[in-house]
């Protein structure tokens, strides 16, 4: 080979790195720190892994349409057919999440691509993300068979799909996580053990998720105004141990009640009551009050935006993290991804537009 050709090459061969160092910035800074889709096709096929899962089907034309089927996958036929044939009263949230969705993709146009194309209402929203967190988790470490459990029991629903929300959090920012030992009775144990990979240092986390009556397959309807937190901020702080600590409360509000701006006062007061009594003085480093589960205006309007959480800090935690400026903005960056979910398989855009096959 000619020097001129050896430099060409090795240019071509930098613009190339150049190129693809940009395009894995890019997918960190949307989508976190977690394996990108792993998918191919093959005759008729679209087959995608899954950890070392591996599935395809014929009618997997977008990332969507996989992640439709792949809800069903988890949960599994026996017990999707069970709850689809029931009275829409029982159904389980995620097959009332299906059925609005459905409803509404069916009011949508056809594009070019023979493919529906439409902003997400709230049903499509909830139901993608779940099954989102749940790709994430078993494609980046494994899914647990006792949160697959909780999330079918219409009743354990709520809490399971918060510590989804959450898992996935750390996930996408890079922590490693592995689920406590819950078979040892002798002691609380928290949701899961989060380790920095920078440091190397390991973190207790808990997440918490406040039951509303109407919301979220509870019975009954909602009329109380306050949040209702001091209790579950209680419950969560007897889960402390030995290492630096990170709570999750979810408020779980209904629609009339998402502007943070009306609950900033009454969370603040229920934070200090708690912490007047000494029930979670100086145990948690952080706590994260969230509002995560998505909700429209009605079943045919776009989903409602994400609310920043409100951040309790510590000043005087019983264990100190080592970085405690890179874990707060590493999380709270991993926060802000929730709801960025591929569209494409190659181009791994996805701007609040999705589109899905005609037949889900």
């Not at 899914?143 to 959090?169: C, H, M, P, T, W």
């Not at 949040?227 to 889960?239: D, E, F, H, P, V």
């Not at 409100?310 to 935690?317: D, F, G, Y």
């Not at 996805?350 to 005609?358: S, Y």
Request: hydrophobic content about 35%; overall charge positive.
């Amino acid at each position: 080979m000619k020097n001129e050709e050896k430099l060409l090459l090795i240019n071509e061969i930098q613009k190339r790195m150049s190129q693809q160092k940009i395009k894995d910035s890019n997918f960190i800074e949307k989508y976190g720190h977690v394996r990108k889709i792993v998918h191919c096709n093959t005759e008729d096929y679209k087959c995608i892994a899954v950890g070392k899962t591996f599935l395809w089907d014929k009618q997997w034309k977008t990332f969507p349409d996989f992640l439709i089927d792949y809800l069903k996958i988890v949960l599994g036929k026996e017990w999707w057919e069970l709850n689809i044939s029931k009275n829409e009263t029982e159904q389980h949230p995620i097959i009332d999440w299906c059925r609005k969705m459905v409803k509404f993709q069916n009011m949508q146009k056809i594009n070019s691509n023979g493919l529906y194309e439409a902003e997400l209402n709230g049903a499509m929203k909830s139901y993608l993300l779940l099954t989102y967190d749940l790709y994430t988790i078993a494609h980046n470490f494994e899914l647990q068979n006792k949160v697959i459990n909780r999330l079918k029991d219409k009743k354990q629903f709520q809490g399971a799909l918060f510590e989804l929300f959450v898992a996935s959090i750390f996930i996408r920012a890079g922590f490693k996580i592995n689920y406590s030992d819950e078979s040892d009775r002798t002691t609380k144990h928290p949701e899961f053990i989060a380790e920095i990979s920078e440091t190397g240092q390991l973190l207790a986390i808990e997440a918490k998720s406040r039951h509303r009556k109407g919301l979220l397959g509870q019975q009954g309807v909602t009329k109380k105004n306050n949040l209702g937190i001091t209790q579950l901020i209680n419950r969560a702080s007897q889960k402390a141990s030995n290492l630096p600590f990170i709570i999750f409360i979810d408020l779980n509000l209904p629609k009339n009640r998402k502007h943070p701006h009306c609950n900033y006062k009454q969370l603040v007061s229920e934070y200090k009551k708690s912490y007047e009594n000494n029930s979670i003085k100086n145990k948690s480093n952080f706590i994260f009050f969230t509002d995560h589960h998505p909700c429209s205006k009605n079943d045919y309007s776009a989903a409602l935006n994400f609310n920043d959480p409100i951040i309790a800090v510590s000043t005087k935690p019983n264990f100190e993290i080592k970085e405690n400026d890179l874990v707060l903005s590493k999380i709270k960056k991993s926060i802000s991804q929730f709801g960025n979910i591929p569209n494409d398989f190659s181009e791994m855009d996805f701007d609040n537009i999705i589109n899905i096959r005609k037949d889900v």
